[in-house]
């Protein structure tokens, strides 16, 4: 069976091709989360409903994982919200049943299995760190690159181009590879269920005793369950993600913005 | 021999000498957790973060092998 991975529904807007079914799946993401956002903060009371204790709970965390880094820890923080649960809604929106929705050339999935979606947010983290460094050591930033020793700064230099390749690989590969898993096992069973094979079958081994077409079905329905085990590994597999994501890019920050004492 | 058999043969080296890395790494981290809650089985909720964090880190390179062979087989 063929399998077409990274091909995406394409259009052309203003002379450049953009993935549309990425984008799709990114904006639906993108007003889930602006909607529950809304939601819990448009009536704030000082006796927080759920929804709004649960955000409250999310920036607690974030404030506490921002706290040593300097001025700037609140701003470093919204960041880091931002980037954990766009990651996080982003992964796990891709176990929906999009297949429902028929499309041209490509399918809907999680708007991470784009490299291009991986690599944008890896640039941003590259761009606002390099910034903050800056702007929290002047240009005293540009020392670290010779700092334990002269002929290290190649591999300072590297590293500034290797953080955010594997943080865009890491996210797009781990989603990709669960997706391909899924499909895979899923069509695993056709190769078994062929007409003939279940003709043979409901003759020989069930003596008839059921329809063929029942035992065809009853078959699909088994095959289907295939994947259910790797479904669940996927929602783990998100959230693992996204925390790792969000855990460099705040111990990038906070290298970048350390005062060294 | 011609392309298609080399790409089977490109990709079950690729993705088997590419797991033995992390399968052993992932190994490593798991004794090292599991002594360390026998040990001290109060600091469990503290250290079961960092255990997380570091299978993440290390089956992304898993991963990587993974992402190799797919592009092995579905690009090149």
């Known amino acids: ?261 | 021999m011609e392309s298609a058999a080399m790409k089977m043969v490109a990709m079950g080296l690729a993705i088997g000498f590419g797991v033995i890395g992390p399968g052993i790494g992932l190994g490593l981290a798991t004794k090292a957790i599991i002594e360390s809650i026998a040990r001290q089985p109060e600091v469990e909720g503290q250290i079961s973060k960092y255990f997380y964090i570091g299978a993440g880190l290390i089956e992304a390179c898993a991963i990587y092998a993974l992402l190799v062979v797919l592009l092995i087989a579905f690009v090149l």
Request: hydrophobic share 55%.
């Open chain 1, 1 to 261: 069976m063929e399998f077409h991975i990274g091909q995406h529904l394409t259009i052309n807007i203003f002379g450049m091709t953009a993935h549309l079914d990425t984008l799709i799946t990114m904006w639906i993401t993108m007003g889930i989360i602006i909607f529950f956002s809304l939601l819990a903060t448009s009536n704030t009371k000082l006796i927080p409903g759920k929804l709004q204790a649960v955000f409250e709970n999310i920036v607690t965390i974030f404030l506490g994982m921002t706290k040593g880094m300097g001025k700037n820890a609140k701003r470093h923080s919204v960041l880091l919200m931002t980037l954990f649960l766009f990651i996080i809604t982003a992964n796990l929106i891709g176990q929906l049943p999009w297949r429902l929705i028929h499309l041209p050339h490509g399918e809907l999935a999680s708007p991470t299995n784009d490299i291009n979606v991986t690599a944008a947010l890896a640039i941003i983290v590259l761009i606002y760190y390099i910034t903050q460094g800056i702007i929290a050591k002047g240009p005293a930033y540009f020392k670290h690159y010779v700092q334990p020793m002269f002929f290290m700064t190649p591999f300072n230099i590297l590293e500034d181009f290797v953080r955010p390749l594997t943080l865009a690989l890491r996210l797009f590969a781990n989603i990709l590879a669960g997706e391909v898993l899924i499909l895979v096992l899923g069509g695993l069973i056709m190769t078994i269920l062929t007409p003939e094979g279940v003709m043979s079958f409901t003759q020989n081994f069930l003596g008839n005793l059921l329809p063929s077409t029942w035992v065809y079905n009853i078959g699909l329905f088994l095959g289907s369950l295939f994947p259910l085990p790797i479904m669940f590994f996927e929602l783990f597999v998100a959230f693992i993600q996204a925390l790792v994501f969000t855990l460099l890019t705040s111990a990038y920050i906070s290298t970048a913005v350390a005062e060294n004492h």
